[in-house]
């Protein structure tokens, strides 16, 4: 079975553009979350997918946002992008039920100049 | 709100020997589940254990258990027999009531000496 799958693996953007990441659940997850970890924050939630709806949000901007589609794959977009948002994106794939464990992908590093 | 704490930012054990990795946590909710997450360098979060709150039986996965003392809050990781391939970043997290979202402590890096 195909673990979670985030791409790209890396990317380098500049102060103001956009950008989209994409994860790949494991086959019949239908629940897809983010998370940010940068060294001064830790692990924050972002938000959560369920069934192509977003069940839960966490405290960051608008300019963060995401979308999932049927087959359960998510997009993660943040727009105009400030320096604060270099980070590993982590993406992180369940059932839906919230005793469950969460399976992680490998995240996507975002570095922004 | 939920808020969990891990207060020791680094810890260092001898292989063979027995390790435990602090945390406590605070919550409203009254159906609430604990984690133990592993993140080695490959950046990976990894499932080490999980204890259901309304269990007071301690979980245990093969080398690794818990301390869980609900009362005081406190939910502690006991790594037995440590290993080298045991040395990553430890993040202690909770989520309670309807919803998803994982709440994770700061995280210890546990180095394991040869």
């Known amino acids: 079975k195909a673990g979670v799958t985030q791409t790209p693996r890396y990317l380098i953007k500049t102060r103001g553009q956009q950008v989209t990441l994409s994860c790949s659940p494991i086959?019949?997850?239908?629940?897809v979350s983010w998370y940010q970890q940068t060294p001064g924050q830790g692990l924050q939630f972002l938000f959560e997918?369920?069934?192509?709806?977003?069940?839960n949000k966490g405290n960051f901007p608008g300019r963060f946002s995401g979308r999932q589609f049927s087959n359960s794959r998510s997009e993660m977009n943040v727009s105009t992008l400030e320096l604060g948002d270099s980070a590993l994106y982590l993406c992180?794939?369940?059932?839906?039920?919230?005793?469950?464990?969460?399976?992680f992908g490998s995240g996507t590093q975002l570095s922004v100049l | 709100a939920q808020t969990v704490t891990q207060s020791q930012p680094e810890m260092s054990v001898q292989e063979a020997e027995t390790v435990t990795l602090s945390c406590t946590y605070d919550t409203s909710e009254s159906d609430y589940y604990l984690f133990w997450y592993k993140q080695p360098p490959s950046r990976q979060m990894i499932l080490v254990i999980r204890q259901e709150a309304y269990k007071q039986q301690n979980a245990t996965e093969n080398r690794f258990s818990v301390n869980f003392q609900k009362a005081a809050k406190s939910f502690s990781l006991k790594i037995s027999d440590s290993q080298l391939g045991d040395a990553a970043m430890y993040f202690c997290?909770?989520?309670?009531?309807?919803?998803?979202?994982?709440?994770f402590g700061t995280g210890t890096l546990l180095a394991v000496q040869p």
């Open positions: 992180a794939s369940s059932r839906g039920h919230a005793e469950e464990k969460l399976f």
């Open positions: 997918y369920f069934s192509e709806t977003q069940r």
């Open positions: 086959s019949g997850h239908r629940s």
């Open positions: 997290a909770s989520v309670g009531g309807a919803t998803n979202k994982l709440i």
